[in-house]
Structure formats: C-alpha cells, structure tokens
C-alpha cells in the first residue's frame, strides 16, 4: 500500500481538489478532510503520511493571511500536528498554507522547537497582489520533498508572501541549509529582491523554507498550477521549440517533481522496511 495524503479543505482554503489530483498523478491516495472533521477526529492523522495544507484565502485573511486558521488548528489540534511531523512523514504547505504553517511555527522549528514563530510572511512590497509566472531555483538543502531539483517555473499568486525576519534567523537559514527555493531571474541569476523576478520583495529571494529535517516545506509558488506543460505561460513557445525540432511536446511540467519526490520517498521507505 503507497502513502496516504491528507489535503485539508475549509473556511477560504481552495486549492484542495487539484492539489490531491498532483499526489494521485504521481501514484499517492488520499483524501481532502475538512479541518472540522480532523478536529472532531484528530487521532486520523495517524492513518495519514503526508499532510498538505493547500492554497486559497482561508478566513478572507482579514487577520492576516494564514493566522485565523493557524490559531484554529493550533488551539485544537498541537498535540496531533506535533506527533504527526516528529513521525516520518512529509508535510507541504503551499501558498496559504505555507503561511498557515509558518504562522504554526512548523518551520524553522530549529533545534526541533516547533510552535515557535520565528518568521513572518507579510504582505509584498509592491501592496498590490501578485499572479505570474516566476522562476526558481533550488538552494543548497537536506529535503527529501526536493531531490533531484535544481530549478523550476511556476505560478504564484498572492498579497502577502514575503518573508520577513531578523537577520540571525536569516543566517541560521542558511547556516541549516534550510532555505528551500530562491526566486531568480529567466536567466538563473540572482533576483536581487528586484521585481517582478522577487514578487513580492522576500528578504534573501526566499521562496520557500523547511525544518530542520527537510520533511516539512513550505513555498509560496504554486507546483500544482504548473504540473502540465499546456499550463505554462510559455507554452506556444515551448510547443514550437519541440515542433522545430522534431519532438514530441512533454505533457508533465515542473511543478509535478515535488510531488513525484513524495511518492519516491515513500517508495524506497517502504522497500527498507519490506
């Protein structure tokens, strides 16, 4: 039996449907469950190895994006989100809910504190909210979501995804090799924090970050909105670039990698304890 998902859905979150459709592409099952039902039932998550908390606008982020829904779940459910990352499990945030688990204090969690809330993700610095095609690469990292990776093109689309901390933290990011993505340019240069390469002026043209273990990452590009290559902003170019040269047009995209690297953790997982 593969790994097991668990997309959670409710109040402004509504990026589930496609987000489990990415796992079950790349041979993972799950189910999307309303955060009311986890709270009803918490003990679930231990059927469960992958958790993801997927984008949307949980709660109009009228208290800011992720908070209300970040104090919903750690009110009701700490206890069980705490057992569920210090299990072996992979656990993705993605947009909201990358804001959401960095509200939780899933990440950066150094020295295993989690619940300490040691980032902020505030609102971009141009105030305008923001949906376009970025590029990313890869950073130096341990995560086992992003093996194999060394960049990608993907959407992102939101008000608030820039990261914001002090500079200690910052250094003890890189010091743990725990930054995840950095926004570039076209060309895989450094953005700068220069718009539109950093939407959202990220201190460091940070994307995404991890915990200390690397199972838990949150980003604020959407992989789920760039799994097909018929998705893609470029894509009449990359259909003429493959009809000139006499190749087939590549159905799967970028974004599939990360939840592909779910499905082949699971995989080796499970062969060492066969």
Same mark, same amino acid.
């Given at each position: 039996m593969s790994a097991q998902v668990i997309v959670l859905s409710g109040y402004g979150l509504n990026c589930e449907e496609e987000t489990l459709f990415a796992f079950r592409h790349v041979g993972l099952d799950g189910d999307i469950v309303?955060?009311?039902? /986890?709270i009803d039932s918490p003990k679930m998550l231990e059927a469960y190895q992958v958790l993801c908390v997927p984008g949307g606008f949980s709660y109009g982020d009228d208290t800011g994006s992720g908070n209300a829904f970040a104090q919903k779940m750690k009110l009701a459910l700490w206890?069980?989100? @705490?057992?569920? &990352?210090? +299990?072996d499990t992979l656990t993705l945030g993605i947009c909201n809910g990358c804001q959401i688990l960095t509200n939780l204090g899933l990440v950066p969690a150094f020295d #295993? =504190?989690?619940g300490k809330r040691d980032i902020a993700v505030t609102y971009? @610095?141009? =105030?305008r909210y923001q949906c376009r095609w970025i590029d990313l690469k890869v950073a130096e990292n341990n995560s086992p979501w992003l093996s194999g990776i060394e960049?990608?093109?993907?959407? &992102?689309?939101?008000?608030e995804g820039r990261f914001m901390m002090e500079d200690t933290t910052l250094a003890k990011l890189k010091a743990n090799k725990q930054i995840a993505f950095h926004y570039v340019t076209p060309e895989g240069q450094p953005a700068n924090e220069e718009f539109p390469y950093n939407p959202n002026g990220s201190v460091g043209d940070i994307a995404a970050i991890t915990d200390e273990s690397g199972k838990v990452l949150v980003m604020m590009p959407h992989p789920e909105r760039g799994m097909f290559t018929?998705? +893609?902003d470029d894509y009449m170019e /990359? @259909?003429?670039a493959a009809q000139r040269g006499g190749q087939e047009v590549p159905e799967e995209s970028d974004g599939l =990698?990360?939840? #592909?690297n779910a499905a082949i953790y699971f995989e080796s997982t499970l062969k060492k304890s066969a």
């Amino acid at each position: 039996m593969s790994a097991q998902v668990i997309v959670l859905s409710g109040y402004g979150l509504n990026c589930e449907e496609e987000t489990l459709f990415a796992f079950r592409h790349v041979g993972l099952d799950g189910d999307i469950v309303h955060i009311n039902d /986890v709270i009803d039932s918490p003990k679930m998550l231990e059927a469960y190895q992958v958790l993801c908390v997927p984008g949307g606008f949980s709660y109009g982020d009228d208290t800011g994006s992720g908070n209300a829904f970040a104090q919903k779940m750690k009110l009701a459910l700490w206890d069980n989100l @705490k057992a569920f &990352v210090e +299990r072996d499990t992979l656990t993705l945030g993605i947009c909201n809910g990358c804001q959401i688990l960095t509200n939780l204090g899933l990440v950066p969690a150094f020295d #295993k =504190a989690y619940g300490k809330r040691d980032i902020a993700v505030t609102y971009n @610095k141009s =105030a305008r909210y923001q949906c376009r095609w970025i590029d990313l690469k890869v950073a130096e990292n341990n995560s086992p979501w992003l093996s194999g990776i060394e960049s990608m093109h993907i959407p &992102v689309a939101h008000g608030e995804g820039r990261f914001m901390m002090e500079d200690t933290t910052l250094a003890k990011l890189k010091a743990n090799k725990q930054i995840a993505f950095h926004y570039v340019t076209p060309e895989g240069q450094p953005a700068n924090e220069e718009f539109p390469y950093n939407p959202n002026g990220s201190v460091g043209d940070i994307a995404a970050i991890t915990d200390e273990s690397g199972k838990v990452l949150v980003m604020m590009p959407h992989p789920e909105r760039g799994m097909f290559t018929w998705q +893609r902003d470029d894509y009449m170019e /990359v @259909k003429d670039a493959a009809q000139r040269g006499g190749q087939e047009v590549p159905e799967e995209s970028d974004g599939l =990698a990360i939840f #592909k690297n779910a499905a082949i953790y699971f995989e080796s997982t499970l062969k060492k304890s066969a």
